[in-house]
């Protein structure tokens, strides 16, 4: 497929209302998609704004983003053209190419019903059943749930437009999947829970529960065993927030998949197995999820099945990837920079095609200090340097991000992944990270806060090799305890 993709994004023009800059929630929605799917594929595409006040406008073929809310509901154009795509008898495969972009909550039973089914893309915050909009897009907040989301929505486009070209046996993307039933988890671990979902739908697993659950008790528990039985793994991450309740039960929804997967294990134990992570953060838990936990921990029904464990989180991503990875399932990926014994800290030094000149030029510094300094060349396709990319991650003991020319997107992009590296299936500790960018002068403490690197932004290379030096001495002392403990 040669032509433009085209991805029609349809929304009620009252959820466009200028919040920021003059410029809408739709319009800013429509900016990132289009600055992060230029760096997640190579094909070109064009995104085609849909508002219902143009009421006779067409659809295009090809991808489609209902932005979902109150308004769109009440918009009889919006719902008309959402109705026309299934009523379309050439596209036998729509709901692969549909994706709902929930901008507002809505209660379930005013979610089209077509829609239901499908993968959800939540872009507003939710507490514990206290949901709103979001519309700072670069708070603290924003960067857990819209930007995640957001990379989650552009690899799901990158992979369905892999399916529609017939190119998905180049990758390993769907084909031959296991699945895992991925709980729901509190807000305090929605980011975490993010990270694990991402990281098991690249590494080839199906996830489950895909869509919204329905809200009330019998429909959830009723949707609950249907991708149960789909599944051969569940993993359940238990923290300090009791979750929402459905309607008509006492019980939050993780603690009603937690007993369900516990029955489902009962009735099939040789094709299901269970993981359990409780935080050792519980400082601020309510009663009731005090309760809970001490029902895992005290209750053998409700751990039937079930390795429990109670450790660091960066532990319990170690524990899963064992237990899933170990099995050979893209182990193609994990071999790409085989385990040796190792005599020097691995830097990765992460920088744009456009940033190689003066990369070369810092490569050419770090190399005179006894460190082994892995880069990335450009060379395959995108998911293939994707791949590449997160298996650096797993193996570097620490990362310099640099930037000269290109631009802050692409560096946002890269600070999030080295935040998420300790769900990529580490084995070691990050003994240490840093952004070097001239650029950065002035908000030093902003990327300091935000994605917890140090930042060099002088002209010089003088406190980027003192940060070398540090990893130098934090790694001779990792390598000390390695021979100690052996």
């Known amino acids: 497929m040669s032509e433009k993709l085209n991805i029609n994004i349809l929304y009620a023009e009252d959820d466009n209302k200028p919040i920021m800059q003059n410029k809408g929630w739709v319009s800013y929605f429509e900016k990132f998609l289009n600055m992060m799917l230029k760096q997640t594929m190579n094909r070109q595409f064009k995104i085609n704004l849909l508002s219902d006040s143009l009421e006779n406008s067409t659809l295009k073929d090809g991808l489609y983003i209902p932005i979902l809310s109150p308004n769109f509901i009440l918009s009889g154009v919006s719902l008309d053209r959402l109705e026309g795509l299934f009523l379309n008898g050439n596209n036998e495969k729509i709901h692969d190419r549909i994706f709902p972009v929930f901008k507002s909550p809505l209660d379930f039973v005013d979610i089209p019903e077509k829609l239901r089914p499908l993968r959800a893309y939540i872009f507003y915050l939710d507490y514990e059943n206290h949901e709103q909009e979001l519309s700072d897009f670069f708070s603290?907040?924003?960067?857990?749930?819209?930007?995640?989301?957001?990379?989650?929505?552009?690899?799901?486009?990158?992979?369905?437009?892999?399916?529609?070209?017939?190119?998905?046996?180049?990758?390993?993307?769907?084909?031959?999947?296991?699945?895992?039933?991925?709980?729901?988890?509190?807000?305090?671990?929605?980011?975490?829970?993010?990270?694990?979902?991402?990281?098991?739908?690249?590494?080839?697993?199906?996830?489950?529960?895909?869509?919204?659950?329905?809200?009330?008790?019998?429909?959830?528990?009723?949707?609950?065993?249907?991708?149960?039985?789909?599944?051969q793994f569940s993993i359940h991450m238990v923290g300090a927030s009791y979750g929402s309740i459905p309607h008509g039960s006492d019980s939050s929804v993780m603690d009603l998949q937690n007993g369900l997967a516990s029955d489902h294990y009962e009735k099939n134990p040789q094709g299901f197995s269970r993981l359990i992570w409780i935080s050792p953060s519980l400082k601020f838990a309510s009663e009731k999820q005090k309760s809970f936990i001490h029902n895992i921990k005290r209750d053998a029904k409700a751990s039937l099945g079930a390795e429990v464990l109670q450790t660091s989180l960066e532990d319990f991503k170690n524990t899963l990837w064992e237990e899933l990875l170990d099995s050979g399932l893209n182990k193609k990926l994990r071999d790409t920079y085989p385990q040796e014994?190792?005599?020097?800290?691995?830097?990765?030094?992460?920088?744009?095609?456009?940033?190689?000149?003066?990369a070369e030029k810092l490569i050419s510094n770090i190399d005179d200090q006894q460190v082994k300094i892995l880069t990335l060349d450009n060379k395959g396709d995108l998911m293939a340097l994707r791949n590449k990319h997160i298996d650096a991650l797993k193996q570097m003991d620490a990362a310099i991000v640099f930037q000269e020319n290109v631009n802050h997107q692409w560096v946002y992009?890269?600070?999030?992944?080295?935040?998420?590296?300790?769900?990529?299936?580490?084995?070691?500790?990050?003994?240490?990270?840093?952004?070097?960018?001239?650029?950065?002068?002035?908000?030093?403490?902003?990327?300091?806060?935000?994605?917890?690197?140090?930042?060099?932004s002088s002209e010089d290379s003088k406190k980027m090799n003192k940060f070398i030096k540090e990893i130098k001495v934090a790694f001779e002392k990792t390598q000390l305890e390695i021979v100690a403990e052996s």
């Open 140 to 231: 603290k907040e924003a960067e857990k749930g819209y930007w995640m989301k957001m990379v989650d929505l552009c690899f799901d486009i990158y992979e369905t437009v892999l399916k529609m070209s017939n190119q998905d046996d180049k990758g390993d993307l769907v084909h031959n999947r296991r699945s895992v039933y991925l709980a729901d988890t509190g807000q305090d671990l929605a980011g975490a829970r993010n990270i694990i979902k991402r990281e098991l739908s690249r590494h080839g697993y199906e996830v489950y529960p895909k869509g919204l659950l329905p809200h009330d008790f019998s429909g959830m528990k009723k949707s609950i065993v249907e991708d149960l039985k789909k599944c």
């Open 341 to 358: 014994d190792q005599k020097l800290p691995i830097i990765y030094l992460i920088y744009d095609e456009s940033d190689q000149k003066e």
């Open 413 to 456: 992009m890269k600070l999030l992944d080295l935040l998420k590296a300790p769900g990529f299936g580490r084995s070691k500790p990050i003994l240490g990270r840093m952004f070097k960018s001239k650029k950065a002068k002035g908000a030093e403490n902003e990327y300091v806060n935000r994605y917890e690197v140090e930042v060099d």
